[in-house]
Nanobody, 125 residues
Framework: VQLQASGGGLVQPGGSLRLSCRVSDGTSDYYAVGWFRQAPGKKREWVSCISRSGGTADYADSVKGRFTISRDNANNAVNLQVNSLKSEDTAVYYC???????????????????WGQGTQVTVSS
């Protein structure tokens, strides 16, 4: 399973981006998907997740109310809408997928078996 994250970029504080995660073989709807981020010099941290069915989504406290995760099965994607961006949101954002047998959200790095290459989000004026 190969995942590809895209949609990052340079944005001013308060701005928005839409990050997308696609599965190479068109099976994104098979997997629970999570988003993580890693800022320079810091550990990779969990940001959000969505269950395989799309019925459950969860967010880290630091992004709750500003980020929204959703499934777009028609386009084989899991999107992360990131709004009201702050400088502390600057990081490389990674998407990850769980093994098929785990359909629920995972909140830790170890819950995920497949990782994408990351997309850079830089928030700066």
């Amino acid at each position: 399973v190969q995942l590809q994250a895209s949609g990052g970029g340079l944005v001013q504080p308060g701005g928005s981006l839409r990050l997308s995660c696609r599965v190479s073989d068109g099976t994104s709807d098979y997997y629970a998907v999570g988003w993580f981020r890693q800022a320079p010099g810091k550990k990779r941290e969990w940001v959000s997740c969505i269950s395989r069915s799309g019925g459950t989504a969860d967010y880290a406290d630091s992004v709750k109310g500003r980020f929204t995760i959703s499934r777009d099965n028609a386009n084989n994607a899991v999107n992360l809408q990131v709004n009201s961006l702050k400088s502390e949101d600057t990081a490389v954002y990674y998407c990850a997928a769980r093994l098929y047998r785990y359909g629920g959200c995972g909140l830790t790095l170890g819950a995920y078996s497949y990782w994408g290459q990351g997309t850079q989000v830089t928030v700066s004026s």
